[in-house]
Each structure stands twice: as structure tokens, then as C-alpha cells.
């Protein structure tokens, strides 16, 4: 059973960083890359970057290059993306989603994270 | 400001058929598939169409999609309470590197 599973809700202040875990499969590490969305309270789903687990290559969108890191532990098969500099409008659910590759199907996402900037 | 563009919101009687739309541009849906993905209230989207038309084992055959030029379509055909979702459609644009999402079409079954 495919299974993605996230780490618990945080509540950062401005300028704090975050950093989200999504612990996977073993498979799903070695053959699939982790990709990363997030939801804003009420609003659409915003793709965020990704990373392959097993290689470590990375990359975001341009909207967040420079705030946003992605990592991987093959040792303990999870993923990791870290926010820094944080917005109040950086509220948002965080999903973990893989995909076979930089572009096909978000076949199976995580729970979520709520992460939540707040002064 | 989402680069693909969904109706807000789209309504139907149980047993209706209920097409939802995403339009986008050159970039993307117009050299990309298409993909669905539903979201039920308070949990993770769930994907629904993959390749612009095939649907993964275990989602319906009430529910089809096609793509024609820069444009995609939804239908839920036999509508069902529990169809009451969020509907996104994605696809990868070339031009941003980036996957894009429409902004989601809020499904209710009057």
C-alpha cells in the first residue's frame, strides 16, 4: 500500500523558516520523484517544486527559488521541504505528491501539513 | 490569478450530468495532457484523470475527460452526492517550467 505520510501542523512566526517532512515508501524513494504543493486557506493548489529522493536533483518554481529548499534521506526515506522567510501569506496546507518523473500523474499525496504564520 | 481557467462552481441534480471546463494556452494544455484531480472537503486531492482521458483503477466510469487544442473537459455523468468536491485540472507548462493548476470548480449536488 502506497503510502506518503507527513509531518504534524507547525506555527511559525514572520521570518521563521519551516520544515516539512513526507516519509514515503521504499520503493516509491528509489523509483518516483517527490513533488510539492501547497493550499492556502480557501484557495487553489500551488505547485511548489520537487526532487528526485534517490539522485537529490532538485527544482521550484520561480515564485520561491531562493526561500525554498528540498532534500531527501534515503536512509530513513523521506523528503523534506524547507521555507524560509515566512509571510503571513505563506499560510497553507503543504502536500507531499509523487510523481514518476518531473512531469506525469500526482498518483498519491500525503495528508497534508498546515502550516500557519501567525504573530 | 491561476494560468489555467475553471468555473468557480457547477451544479446539478443526482443523476444529472454535470461538464466542467479548463481552458488554458499553447504552453500548456495545447502540448501537454491534461490531468483531474478531486478534492472532498477537508482532505488531500485525490488524482481522477491522468493523460488527459485515462482514469486510474477504482475512479468510476462515471467520470470522463477529453482535451481538444488548449482546452480540457470533466464530465460526471450520473451525478452522486458524493461527487460534492473541488475539482482541479492541471497540466505542465513548458514555457514556465512549472506545472500550473486552474483554480478548482467547487461541485454541488442540489
Known amino acids: 500500500q502506497v503510502q506518503l505520510v507527513q509531518s504534524g501542523a507547525e506555527v511559525k512566526k514572520p521570518g521563521a523558516s519551516v520544515k516539512v517532512s513526507c516519509k514515503a515508501s521504499?520503493?516509491?524513494?528509489?523509483?518516483?520523484?517527490i513533488h510539492w504543493v501547497r493550499q492556502a486557506p480557501g484557495q487553489g493548489l500551488e505547485w511548489m517544486g520537487w526532487?528526485?529522493?534517490?539522485?537529490?536533483?532538485?527544482n521550484s518554481a520561480q515564485k520561491f527559488q531562493g526561500r525554498v529548499t528540498m532534500t531527501s534521506d534515503t536512509s530513513i526515506s523521506t523528503a523534506y521541504m524547507e521555507l524560509t522567510n515566512l509571510r503571513s501569506d505563506d499560510t497553507a496546507v503543504y502536500y507531499c505528491?509523487?510523481?514518476?518523473?518531473?512531469?506525469?500523474?500526482?498518483?498519491?499525496w500525503g495528508q497534508g501539513t498546515l502550516v500557519t504564520v501567525f504573530s | 490569478q491561476s494560468v489555467l481557467t475553471q468555473p468557480p462552481s457547477a451544479s446539478g441534480t443526482p443523476g444529472q450530468r454535470v461538464t466542467l471546463s479548463c481552458s488554458g494556452g499553447?504552453?500548456?494544455?495545447?502540448?501537454?495532457?491534461v490531468y483531474w484531480y478531486q478534492q472532498l472537503p477537508g482532505t488531500a486531492p485525490k488524482l481522477l484523470i491522468y493523460?488527459?482521458?485515462q482514469r486510474p483503477s477504482g475512479v468510476p466510469d462515471r467520470f470522463s475527460a477529453s482535451k481538444s487544442a488548449t482546452s480540457a473537459s470533466l464530465a460526471i455523468s450520473g451525478l452522486r452526492s458524493e461527487d460534492e468536491a473541488d475539482y482541479y485540472c492541471?497540466?505542465?507548462?513548458?514555457?514556465?517550467?512549472?506545472?500550473?493548476f486552474g483554480g478548482g470548480t467547487k461541485v454541488t449536488v442540489l
Open positions: 526532487i528526485n529522493p534517490k539522485r537529490g536533483g532538485s
Open positions: 492541471a497540466a505542465w507548462d513548458d514555457s514556465l517550467n512549472n506545472w500550473v
Open positions: 499553447t504552453s500548456n494544455i495545447g502540448r501537454s495532457f
Open positions: 505528491a509523487r510523481v514518476f518523473g518531473v512531469v506525469g500523474e500526482f498518483d498519491y
Open positions: 493523460r488527459s482521458n
Open positions: 521504499r520503493d516509491t524513494f528509489n523509483d518516483f520523484y
